[in-house]
């Protein structure tokens, strides 16, 4: 297979041994008085407040990242159509979520400083998991009753939205289930001039959601060239990190990890409970960089504070 783009992931890590993410998008949200307790989650503020998703990207531009993950994770055409939108409204909405993020980064680039050497931020366009639409939590056990045309139907017209729009890369983030990753991964071959990232949910540090061992999925997905990165979201630092160690002995590709606070959400109630593990987030990064992660940022409860801080420490 040949495939005309250049690898952005490889690119910039060409250029400096760590590529930073940024952190959570809806907790910033939140912070702009946004109600997020909607099925449609963070992508309800892109037909109410869409101006809102511009500011929190650039503030993580601001803060350090090297990318930024669009506002597309539960911007579905099927849970747009069940707020009454048309297909064709719903992908311009999808369409829409690149499109902030650039705005975002040419009013950064605009104001960065000419002496700061550091590569283009890209932007990465998150595709979430079917679960993800079912907004039930499904994300994090990776057992829903589709077949595998179905889950084609259904993240078809978004990657191809979201490739459309401009995307450097696509995020296939917070995927559960070893059999929906393979079905993300065979799509990018109907797109051959995109690369992705491909990121799990986790029960253990050595197992995703839905129980696959982490080595099977290293081994797995180490063959598909498209995919960029192989790591972990979305789960406790402790078990992100272990986990980040299994995958680096099964893959040959970049690792990445982003994980969050610690704390249990709660399906049901859309909370959060527990304790957070993150006041000293930057020092934690230190023992993934010595599991083989070179790409690193923060999942759910995370701040542009937090990816300020990681960005002080390896850049």
């Not at 040949?2 to 250029?15: A, G, H, T």
């Not at 595998?148 to 191809?160: E, G, I, T, Y």
């Not at 401009?166 to 993300?184: C, W």
């Not at 060239?225 to 972990?232: L, M, R």
Request: glycine share 6%.
């Amino acid at each position: 297979m040949n495939i005309r783009k250049s690898n952005p992931v490889e690119e910039i890590l060409k250029q400096q041994s760590v590529l930073i993410l940024d952190g959570a998008l809806a907790t910033e949200l939140e912070t702009y008085g946004c109600d997020l307790d909607d099925p449609l989650w963070s992508a309800k503020v892109l037909l109410e407040q869409p101006e809102v998703i511009v500011n929190v990207h650039k503030e993580y531009f601001q803060a350090g990242a090297d990318c930024v993950i669009t506002a597309s994770y539960q911007a579905t055409v099927d849970g747009f159509a069940e707020r009454g939108l048309t297909e064709a409204q719903s992908l311009k909405l999808i369409k829409n979520t690149v499109e902030l993020a650039q705005q975002a980064r040419g009013e950064y680039l605009k104001e960065r400083s000419p002496s700061l050497k550091k590569s283009k931020p890209l932007i990465a366009a998150s595709v979430g998991p079917y679960g993800a639409y079912l907004a039930d939590g499904s994300e994090y056990v990776g057992h829903y009753d589709v077949t595998d045309a179905q889950l084609r139907d259904f993240h078809r017209p978004r990657m191809k939205a979201l490739i459309e729009a401009g995307a450097d890369i696509i995020a296939l983030e917070t995927i559960p289930s070893f059999r929906e990753a393979k079905v993300l991964a065979s799509l990018l071959l109907e797109f051959p001039d995109a690369f992705a990232w491909l990121s799990f949910t986790l029960k253990n540090e050595n197992e995703i959601s839905d129980g696959t061992p982490l080595r099977v999925c290293g081994g797995e997905f180490d063959a598909y060239e498209q995919v960029a990165a192989i790591g972990v979201n979305c789960a406790p630092i402790d078990t992100a990190a272990a986990a980040v160690g299994v995958l680096n002995k099964n893959t040959d590709k970049p690792v990445l990890i982003y994980p969050n606070s610690g704390e249990t959400y709660n399906a049901g109630t859309n909370t959060w409970h527990g304790e957070n593990h993150i006041n000293d987030f930057d020092v934690q990064s230190e023992k993934w960089r010595k599991q083989g992660a070179s790409i690193i940022g923060g999942c759910c409860r995370t701040t542009p504070s937090h990816i300020r801080a990681l960005s002080e420490r390896w850049n």
